[in-house]
């Protein structure tokens, strides 16, 4: 995180830099015109004879003030421009991050907790740049030139006494810090806890309200929301003492110079006109002095949300190259898995134990199981979506591991169980991140999906844009639509996970033939809990709490009598009782 964002700052040095000096030029030039007043002051006394010098100050106070509008023109677009531009490379980052971090990290990270990082950590690391940008530089600026413009233009005595309040405000506003940063972290943590319940409840609105949960799940994001108010409101207690302190600082700076300024005056050590120009002065001070409690506080949140980004940069990258890899036409989807065995970081239990499969080219596996038997798990393995151990996995006699991770994806197709499909288009949402295709090629994978009539009585056709994850379709054409990805692939492997589910008999019977032409000179493997999807494989295994407990085809598992056989007759009995 540190490094990453450094060079974004880096990226940025000059218009930092420009900032800076228009900060430090306007700061420099506000300290003119309490000068100028001061001076028209003392002139006042004979304005007669003074007539012409009065004109004259009043010449330079314009003047200053066209200065000043000069100045801070670019340096309130360069206020804008910066932190934005910081936070916009800052997020182009992150969703490369989360792009490229391995399955073991982003799978314990949950949606709201990840919408948290983007909306309100990166926002809040803008704000304190914005805040040190702006309110920090002018602090900075103001303490330097306008004390010396004090010491030295007006007394050095008065500026040393009328400040002292000020430093020991600056002491009591660091003690209350700490206090910001306690409520700050609660709030920080209700606001992820009430993110990820409302992304949560939104995702099952048709569940909650087929169960009629509405109440229940009101009630829970009540409770939520009102602790979420409560650690706001503590941010906000804290942060108005921040600045009640500031006001009784000041208010004691204005009364320690009108009881010892008015005496200077008296005593003709200071003018007139120079005790109202010092009053001016600590008016600049009021506020930058009132910046430094948010300075502390965007601090305070912006650590937290530092190193709370620090620890999603710090997740293991996949190993990716930035172009993809020559040689994919020596690829030929021979697979050969060897004594394979794989459990989850966080649970002891296996679940896949001592796997050894031999598919080759042209050929179709067929893997059967219950829930929770490791189907998609080897699938994932496969696809080193998971770390493999060396030597367990080879694809024509070459370890999975010595294959770049582009060249393995790109010659595999996998077309999950979850039907996922992105808010666009269906033509985008066929070609899935590929490029190339000429629209009759679409339209031809469609049909070997059997989707393509559907796809016509739409308004837009191929191009109708769907709602999110496809809310718009029903769930046997959003299946289709999935897998017509496969047959517009050109991947040597194609691989089918409990995809056939929610199609009707007819359909799936017509999408399988259609499959076993695509498949023919390529490797293929079908999941599925439902006999008619892999009966006409090549082999068939059977997999029960990780281990393959038959193989064989269809007909020798058949007079094996086994667990597949169950399953055979199962499914037979449920299809003749549906048939009555």
């Known amino acids: 995180m540190k490094k990453i964002l450094s060079k974004i700052i880096k990226k940025y040095w000059f218009a930092i830099s420009l900032q800076v000096i228009f900060i430090g030029l306007n700061i420099y030039f506000l300290t003119y015109p309490p000068k100028i007043i001061g001076n028209i002051i003392d002139l006042l006394y004979n304005i007669n004879e003074n007539h012409d010098a009065i004109m004259l100050q009043v010449w330079y106070l314009l003047g200053i003030c066209f200065v000043l509008l000069a100045v801070r023109m670019p340096w309130r677009w360069l206020t804008g421009y910066t932190p934005r531009s910081i936070e916009r490379d800052l997020k182009n980052k992150l969703f490369e991050q989360f792009m490229k971090i391995k399955m073991t990290s982003i799978q314990n990270i949950k949606n709201g907790e990840l919408m948290s990082y983007f909306v309100k950590d990166v926002s809040e690391i803008r704000q304190f740049i914005y805040r040190i940008l702006s309110h920090g530089t002018r602090f900075v600026f103001t303490v330097i030139i306008c004390v010396y413009a004090m010491a030295s ?18 002491f009591v506003i660091i003690k209350i810090k700490e206090y910001v940063e306690k409520s700050f972290k609660k709030s920080q943590t209700y606001f992820t806890e009430l993110s990820e319940y409302v992304q949560e409840s939104t995702d099952a609105i048709r569940t909650t309200k087929a169960y009629t949960g509405e109440m229940n799940q009101l009630k829970e994001f009540i409770r939520k929301n009102r602790k979420l108010k409560e650690a706001n409101n503590a941010v906000d207690v804290h942060s108005t003492l921040l600045s009640t302190c500031l006001n009784i600082c000041f208010g004691l700076c204005y009364g320690i110079s009108l009881l010892y300024g008015s005496k200077l005056v008296l005593d003709g050590t200071i003018t007139t006109g120079d005790f109202v120009a010092f009053n001016g002065y600590i008016g600049l001070f009021v506020g930058p002095v009132s910046w430094l409690p948010g ?21 293991e990258r996949e190993k990716i190259a930035p172009k993809r890899e020559e040689g994919n036409s020596d ?6 898995i060897s004594d394979l065995s794989f459990n989850y970081p966080e649970n002891l239990q296996p679940v896949l134990n001592d796997i050894n499969i031999k598919v080759h080219k042209g050929e179709t596996l067929g893997i059967i199981g219950t829930i929770g038997s490791g189907k998609t798990t080897l699938m994932n393995l496969l696809l080193r979506l998971y770390p ?14 010595e294959i770049p991770l582009l060249t393995l994806r790109d010659n595999i197709c996998y077309i999950t169980q979850d039907n996922f499909l992105f808010s666009t288009s269906l033509k985008e949402n066929i070609k899935l991140f590929k490029e ?16 393509y009539d559907d796809i016509e009585k739409m308004q837009n056709g191929i191009d109708t844009v769907i709602g999110e994850r496809g809310v718009d379709l ?51 493997i079908i999941i599925s809990n439902r006999i008619s999807d892999i009966k006409d494989a090549n082999k068939i295994i059977v997999l029960d709490s990780g281990n393959i407990i038959e193989s064989g085809t269809h007909e020798t598992l058949l007079e094996e009598q086994g667990a597949y056989y169950k399953f055979y007759k199962e499914q037979s009995a449920s299809s003749e009782m549906a048939l009555n």
């Not at 007006?154 to 020991?168: E, F, K, Q």
């Not at 305070?300 to 530092?306: L, P």
């Not at 493999?388 to 591991?401: A, E």
């Open 388 to 401: 493999v151990q060396n030597g367990k996995i080879r694809i024509d006699g070459k370890d999975i591991n």
């Open 153 to 170: 233009g007006v007394n050095i005595n008065l500026t040393l006494i009328t400040l002292c309040p000020i430093i020991v405000t600056i």
């Open 436 to 451: 190339g295709f000429e629209d009759d090629e679409i339209k031809e994978s469609t049909k070997n999906a059997m989707i």
């Open 474 to 524: 029903s769930g046997g054409q959003k299946q289709r639509i999935v897998i017509s990805r496969a047959f517009l692939s050109k991947s040597k492997i194609v691989i089918f996970d409990d995809t056939f589910s929610a199609l009707d008999n007819r359909t799936e019977q017509m999408v399988l033939n259609n499959v076993k032409e695509l498949v023919k000179d390529k490797t293929c």
């Open 331 to 336: 690829f030929n989807g021979n697979i050969e």
């Open 295 to 315: 300075i502390i506080s965007r601090y305070k949140r912006a650590k937290i949300s530092y190193q709370r980004l620090d620890n999603v940069f710090a997740l």
